[in-house]
């Protein structure tokens, strides 16, 4: 079986690992496919992660503008849409399926360019609500340009047949983050501070702040709020930079500004890779953001989530995600609160350990 996989951000493609590996220790051939934020310079070439992971890329598709307002946007996905129907035009006869992720704007523009050529497209994380996202309409998207359904939740897999009708394709196989978590040799606290000079033997907040994409002209104020409380917080925030979104160069710019001007309380990076994020992860006093990874993984290291605003609104969570307004006095009072009490999560909701293996099994069920 040729297997296709389509990837177009480091989130993604931390998500993807389990599968990926999987798929390149069985018999089966993969291909995959790299657009999006992994080509652009300016969100660190993150295509590198990919190769650094022993993973050969069959095409690359530049697709993404410098320019994130909503005409950016649009431009980044009809460069996608186009890039990758010329893909598609080469490979469409060699594929069985191709896989698709989540609900970015890219990842909507390249399944759509699939359809035409007539590949069966299976589709990962649909079903979810993220009702302050635009997100949220690409991923419901994808799920009907989608053949087969693999997703993280009984309660997606619900919203599934609602929206298609069709129970006989859709699988609830868990979410392959948190087997990649579960499975992931991390980097000890010298091996980290080496890489990258943060020390992450102390008390410190894992954050990401991603732009609300249905409140255009609010992210100043929400950033606002957010750095407003980093000053009274007398942590140390290590901080993974936002995605390429609409508005995503004011939060981006806000950061690197506070950083410059109080390097002791906030450290930024283009991104960590995927054992760093975990380490980080692993070893944080309390995440605090709006990012998924902090309602799907977190829990199986039994981490508090501060979840910031609207983004992640509608998504499952489990009970170590406390939903909090951008407001600077109620971020302090959680922080306050929650650094001193201990997480109980008897079990992460979003699966056992074992999606990548389901995933296979059932492909190969349905293929041969």
């Not at 010329?86 to 469409?92: F, G």
């Not at 896989?99 to 299976?122: Q, T, W």
């Not at 998504?315 to 302090?332: G, L, M, Q, T, Y």
């Amino acid at each position: 079986m040729k297997i296709g996989v389509i990837t177009t951000s480091r989130a993604d493609f931390g998500i993807y690992l389990p599968l990926l590996n999987k798929i390149k220790e069985s018999e089966h051939h993969l291909m995959l496919f790299a657009g999006g934020m992994h080509t652009a310079s300016h969100f660190g070439n993150s295509h590198q992660l990919i190769e650094e992971a022993g993973f050969i890329i069959g095409e690359m598709v530049d697709g993404i503008s410098t320019d994130d307002s909503p005409f950016g946007l649009c431009e980044s996905m009809a460069l996608t849409l186009a890039g990758f129907s010329a893909v598609w035009k080469k490979y469409a006869d060699e594929l069985d399926v191709v896989f698709v992720l989540g609900d970015r704007f890219e990842m909507y523009a390249a399944a759509s360019s699939i359809i035409p050529y007539n590949i069966i497209i299976a589709h990962l994380h649909g079903g979810e609500t993220t009702l302050g996202a635009i997100d949220n309409k690409f991923r419901n998207a994808i799920s009907m340009l989608s053949d087969y359904h693999f997703v993280s939740h009984e309660k997606h897999a619900e919203k599934l047949v609602q929206m298609t009708g069709d129970s006989a394709r859709i699988f609830n196989v868990g979410a392959l983050g948190v087997e990649n978590l579960l499975g992931q040799s991390l980097m000890s606290t010298d091996a980290f501070f080496e890489k990258f000079k943060f020390d992450i033997s102390k008390d410190y907040i894992l954050t990401t702040i991603h732009p609300e994409t249905v409140s255009a002209g609010k992210n100043v104020h929400f950033i606002d709020e957010y750095i407003a409380a980093v000053k009274e917080i007398d942590i140390p925030v290590l901080c993974t930079l936002p995605n390429a979104d609409t508005e995503g160069s004011v939060l981006r710019a806000a950061l690197l500004d506070f950083e410059k001007q109080f390097p002791q309380k906030l450290k930024c990076f283009e991104n960590l890779g995927i054992v760093g994020y975990f380490t980080a992860m692993k070893n944080c006093l309390i995440m605090l953001g709006n990012t998924s990874s902090g309602i799907i993984e977190a829990a199986s290291y039994q981490k508090w989530v501060i979840d910031l605003g609207d983004r992640q609104k509608g998504r499952f969570a489990p009970s170590n995600v406390v939903h909090v307004p951008f407001d600077r006095k109620e971020i302090v009072r959680n922080v306050q609160s929650l650094r001193t009490t201990d997480v109980n999560v008897s079990q992460n909701p979003y699966g056992k350990g074992n999606t990548a293996e389901q995933i296979l099994g059932i492909l190969e069920t349905v293929f041969i």
